[in-house]
């Protein structure tokens, strides 16, 4: 079931809340590498398969093509993910550079740390996967309401944030900041994207739709995502997210052409 995005609720707030706290309490408490360590170990126990696929999910174009579905359906989740990716890239972007932190490969020795992917070495604050995988939790905890999918939502955000830590490229620190980022941009462009209609305008629609294809197809096309050994999703979210677009298109045909 659907509802009005619900932004202004305190319990909307708290998600971000919680992030900037633990993001508080590591800085404080000096337990920031500690807890890497922690959380980087977690793959000596599961092996290193799993993550690549769970990772993966905070890549920009994995998670724009994920919302391909909600096109020509739910124009207002369309424009206000478009909003809300703006605002995240400025977030990220914005402090990547003026932080310049060393990722743990930079600091680490390869002894102390199980890599998986690519070993980034610079601009590790904030995490961009988890700004983009909180972006997409927040938009669906604000447009539906039904409990089991903002939980869902929610669960698989903090584990793809997690996942940066478990594939050894970011601190816990850069994780907080990039789920509290993420969800507040969200909130944001839900709000602006309430105010500014024109981006429910069919042409602004259309442009959307291209973008989010855009993607899609570039997952067929073996866009590199760092992690080939999540290819097998990377088509399975390009496949399905086209699929799920035509049908919509199809649907709207009139009786006679179908």
């Known amino acids: 079931m659907t509802s009005s995005p619900t932004w202004r609720s305190p319990a909307v707030w ?46 920009t174009a994995v998670a724009l093509a994920l919302f391909l579905p909600f096109a020509l359906r739910r124009p ?10 703006l605002l995240a890239t400025l977030f990220v972007h914005g402090l990547k550079p003026f932080f310049d932190h060393a990722r743990p490969p ?8 199980t890599i998986i992917g ?16 909180f972006v997409g939790a927040a938009l669906l905890w604000l447009h539906f309401e039904s409990p089991r999918v903002r939980a869902v939502a929610l669960a698989v ?14 601190w816990p620190v850069d994780i907080a900041a990039g789920a509290a980022g993420g969800w507040v941009a969200a909130c944001l462009g839900t709000a602006i994207s309430r105010r500014l209609r024109f ?9 959307l739709i291209v973008i989010g294809a855009g993607c899609a197809i570039a997952l067929l096309a073996n866009l590199k995502t760092g992690y080939p050994e999540a ?12 699929a799920s677009l035509c049908l919509a298109a199809f649907g709207r045909l009139p009786d006679r052409v179908r």
């Open 118 to 133: 690519p070993p980034y070495r610079a601009h590790s604050f904030p995490s961009g996967h988890t700004t983009t995988i």
């Open 14 to 59: 708290a998600v971000p809340a919680i992030a900037l706290a633990t993001l508080a309490l590591l800085l404080v408490t000096g337990s920031n590498r500690e807890v890497f360590v922690a959380l980087n170990g977690w793959s000596r126990i599961t092996g290193p398969a799993p993550w690549p696929y769970v990772t993966v999910l905070g890549d």
């Open 106 to 113: 930079a600091v680490l020795t390869a002894e102390a740390i």
């Open 76 to 85: 207002d989740i369309l424009w206000a993910l478009a909003v809300s990716a």
């Open 231 to 242: 290819m097998h999703l990377q088509y399975a979210v390009g496949s399905i997210s086209l």
């Open 157 to 170: 955000a903090t584990l793809v944030g997690l996942s940066r830590a478990v594939v050894g490229v970011h």
């Open 199 to 207: 981006g429910l305008n069919p042409a602004v629609q259309a442009v």
